[in-house]
């Protein structure tokens, strides 16, 4: 049997990984510093993949993002929690959250495996190893 972590353990993993992608844009700005808005579009492109890739990418692979993996979170598929998800799974866990933001989190407390709205709608759930 899984352990469910509280919806404070996950509130610090996405505090933890926002300050990793606002450290992460600073230092691609730093990249661009000099560029005279020649490189407009490439910085454009690398602050979106910043912050539209990271999540889903590192849950799809790693069941978690560097915040999950520091507070011992993993996300895993809810019929077989040994499985991470898959990448589209991931995205849409990852969009959900983003547009949602707290109010995603409403469910957590009222689900014996507590799961947010984002988990419930790509049937993912949050484990503590």
């Known amino acids: 049997m ?6 404070f353990d996950r509130v610090k993993a996405v505090l933890f ?6 450290g992460m844009m600073y230092l691609v700005s730093l990249l661009f510093q000099g560029s005279d808005g020649e490189n407009t579009p490439l ?8 912050w539209l890739i ?3 990418l590192m849950t799809s692979i790693f069941g978690g993002t560097l915040g999950h993996q520091l507070i011992g979170l993993r996300v895993k598929q809810e019929k077989d929690e040994s499985k ?12 959900l959250k983003t547009l949602l933001g707290w109010i995603s989190l409403i469910t957590v407390s009222t689900k014996s495996n507590k799961q947010a709205i984002h988990d419930l709608a790509v049937s993912s759930v949050v484990i503590k190893k």
């Open 2 to 7: 899984s352990y469910y972590p509280n919806i």
């Open 17 to 22: 990984d926002t300050v990793l992608i606002i």
């Open 43 to 50: 910085r454009i492109i690398a602050f979106v993949s910043i």
């Open 54 to 56: 990271y999540d889903p």
């Open 84 to 95: 991470n998800l898959k990448f589209h799974q991931a995205f849409i866990r990852y969009i």
